[in-house]
């Protein structure tokens, strides 16, 4: 019958889920709370909660996958054969029949005829909550989450928020999610009271600990519903803070988020009026910069009137915003519409540190009793480092050999070294490598040995141990570099691991420290290719910095005595011919063939800002366009 009720849950058959679960209570059955928040989920609407919440129309279900969508009628035959044709192979006739009879018994059809209506939804809450009461069953998080979705259903914020409260309180952990019904409640209320509402639930869940919050970072969803609270009832200081804030945790967003941001200037006029205002009356610092830069700044204030930052009347008279949408970007990040020219905006210092401890914390957690080797490279890296480009060896090995006779092919790793140091003469490049492919047969040839003679020589080696994801030390490595580490990699970073960092650190590490590649014949045959030469991505800030003190070692990861006995080995080689080797294989520059083309990082960060010469926003949105609410004299 369980498994029945997972079934009804899975394909949103609400009937089928509450006469199974009065079947069951009706024989005296109790639920465990996982189950009975399974059916929560299901009763408050599942995904589709906010749009009942909100009075919108449910979204049709999307279509079963092919394997879902016969009955289970139409399946018994097919279970059947099934089982005749494992009893055939290895003898389990009875077994197969068995399984093939439970899926049949528990097979449930999607639902018919039109979804079921507001009221139907809290009735169903209703009756799983008063049954779990008299059960005795104590909530859990999920449980906290399908009673706030209740209460957001009978359109009562607050008691959705004391829900909220609540489950922090008991269960010693905030979840975002839990405080989205209430959120969603106050933005449909739409007044000042509401919005003072939303501002709580900020300081709760984003506010530091000495101050009672959880000290999370908040998502685009929590951002989006005090953009919405703000367009309804706020301030132009308050939708500024709010960007502000998103300039440095999220990039581009998504167009229902941006037309929230838009519907404050549209809808709201008066109040956005108030940036025009003189900054020590409540106005906009970068409006009045931008002014007084255009030799304008008298005039502006002339225009504001004295105006308070209420943005009454008087506020910003002469002058207004404007909205424009999918306006054009150059390359460079010039913006014609906008007056101005989009920044490269990276973690601030603090920042740099806490992200290398987060990568570091991760990584001992992941190496469990071997932790030791990561720290042990860490210690190595502070003697030695930073360096300015991190090259993921053994992506550039299998670049483009997905292919019949491919594989690690170390040619490439040296084409690419060769490459940039070309390219960069002044920067320090370190090629980091698992231990395990210095065994390859291939390794051992007298060109690979030659090649690696150079690298130590260099000091421009180091590899990971044995059993270790390398994943950690070149992200590690090249964000202890901060604002001037570059990794050289094809890696997307999808892997789940890097889901485990805060996005407000590493998406915008992603976007502006990683140079892709391709081959150079790939890249003449794709016309959107970018030829542009690569520019110093983070010009040196100081004569001389990052020189290396101390010995190059190679190895990463062994244990430091160990480690310091193989640093130095078939260092004899002399650095100095490095500098302007061209006859290796894979030249490019100065007259070689290049087997490779970068695609540097952008020369600007794709996130909300304010442009210093003009004043005006500037909103990525992930359809690729962008926002632009400028001032404009009226």
């Known amino acids: 019958m369980i498994g029945k009720l ?3 849950v899975k394909v949103n058959n609400l009937a089928v889920a ?11 059955g109790c639920l465990p709370v996982s189950v009975m928040n399974s059916l929560l989920f299901l009763a408050c609407g599942c995904e589709q909660w906010e749009r009942y919440a909100r009075g919108l129309p449910p979204l049709p279900p999307a279509p079963p996958a092919a394997d879902d969508q016969a009955s289970g009628a139409e399946r018994a035959p097919e279970a059947a054969g099934a089982a005749a044709a494992e009893a055939e192979d290895g003898g389990k006739k009875g077994k ?19 979804p079921p209506s507001k009221e139907e939804l809290l009735a169903a809450v209703e009756e799983l909550w008063a049954a ?9 998080a999920g449980t906290y989450l399908g009673l706030a979705r209740r209460e957001a259903l009978r359109g009562d914020p607050a008691a959705a928020l004391a829900w ?7 269960t010693r952990s905030v979840q975002l999610r839990t405080y989205h019904p209430a959120m969603v409640g106050f933005c449909l209320a739409g007044d000042v009271a509401a919005l003072a509402a939303l501002y709580e639930i900020d300081a709760l869940v984003t506010g530091p600990a000495a101050a009672g919050g959880a000290g999370l970072d908040a998502s685009e969803y929590e951002y989006a519903r005090l953009l919405e609270g703000i367009a309804a009832a706020g301030s132009y200081s308050q939708l500024r803070d709010v960007l502000l804030r998103m300039q440095d945790d999220l990039n581009q967003l998504s167009p229902p988020t941006a037309d929230l941001v838009a519907a404050f200037f549209e809808r709201r006029p008066q109040a956005a009026a108030a ?19 255009a030799g304008d700044g ?13 943005g009454g ?9 404007q909205v424009l949408r999918s306006v054009a970007v150059e390359r460079g990040g010039r913006c014609e519409a906008a007056g101005g020219s989009l920044r490269v905006i990276d973690l601030a210092e603090a920042e740099w540190e806490s992200f290398a401890a987060a990568i570091a914390g991760l990584a001992r957690s992941n190496m469990g009793g071997r932790a030791g080797e990561f720290d042990s490279f860490a210690a190595w890296y502070g003697r030695n480092g930073p360096y300015d480009i991190l090259v993921d060896a053994a992506n550039v090995a299998y670049y483009g050999q997905n292919r019949e006779g491919g594989g690690f092919t170390w040619g490439q790793i040296q084409a690419m070294y060769d490459m940039l140091r070309r390219r960069f003469p002044a920067k320090r490049i370190l090629v980091m490598l698992h231990r395990n492919r210095l065994k390859d047969p291939e390794a051992n040839t007298p060109a690979v040995q030659a090649f690696l003679a150079r690298l130590r020589g260099s000091k421009a080696f180091t590899y990971t141990p044995p059993g270790a994801n390398d994943d950690w030390f070149w992200l590690y490595a090249c964000v202890r570099a901060k604002r001037r580490g570059l990794l050289v990699s094809n890696d997307l970073l999808r892997d789940h691991i890097f889901s485990l960092l805060r996005p407000k650190h590493f998406l915008k590490w992603k976007q502006r420290h990683i140079a892709r590649y391709t081959y150079t014949h790939w890249a003449q045959a794709d016309p959107d290719w970018d030829w542009a030469p690569p520019e110093d991505w983070a010009p040196a800030e100081a004569e001389g910095e990052g020189e290396a003190a101390g010995e190059q070692g190679e190895k990463v990861g062994a244990k430091e005595g160990a480690a310091k006995g193989e640093q130095g080995k078939g260092e004899e080689a002399d650095a100095s011919k490095e500098g302007g080797s061209g006859g290796d294989q894979g030249g490019g520059g100065g007259g070689h063939d290049e087997l490779f083309v970068l695609q540097m990082p952008s020369a600007y960060t794709p996130c909300v800002q304010q442009l210093p010469e003009s004043g005006a926003w500037m909103v990525p949105v992930s359809d690729g366009t962008w926002l632009c609410v400028r001032p404009q004299q009226a």
Do not use: Y
Request: hydrophobic content about 45%; proline content about 8%; glycine content about 14%.
């Open 18 to 28: 509450m006469a199974t679960f009065r079947e069951i209570a009706g024989a005296g």
């Open 6 to 8: 997972h079934q009804a």
């Open 132 to 140: 779990m009461v008299a059960a005795g069953q104590q909530p859990d």
């Open 313 to 321: 009347a008087g506020a910003g008279e002469g002058r207004r915003w």
């Open 96 to 114: 197969a029949q068995a399984a093939a009879k439970r899926r049949n018994l528990n097979a449930v059809p999607p639902p018919e005829g039109p």
């Open 275 to 293: 940036a025009f205002a003189d900054p020590d009356a409540g106005g906009c610092p970068g409006v009045a910069a931008a002014a007084a830069a």
């Open 298 to 310: 008298a005039s502006a204030r002339a225009d504001a009137g004295g105006a308070s930052t209420s």
């Open 164 to 170: 909220a409260k609540e489950c922090a309180a008991k």
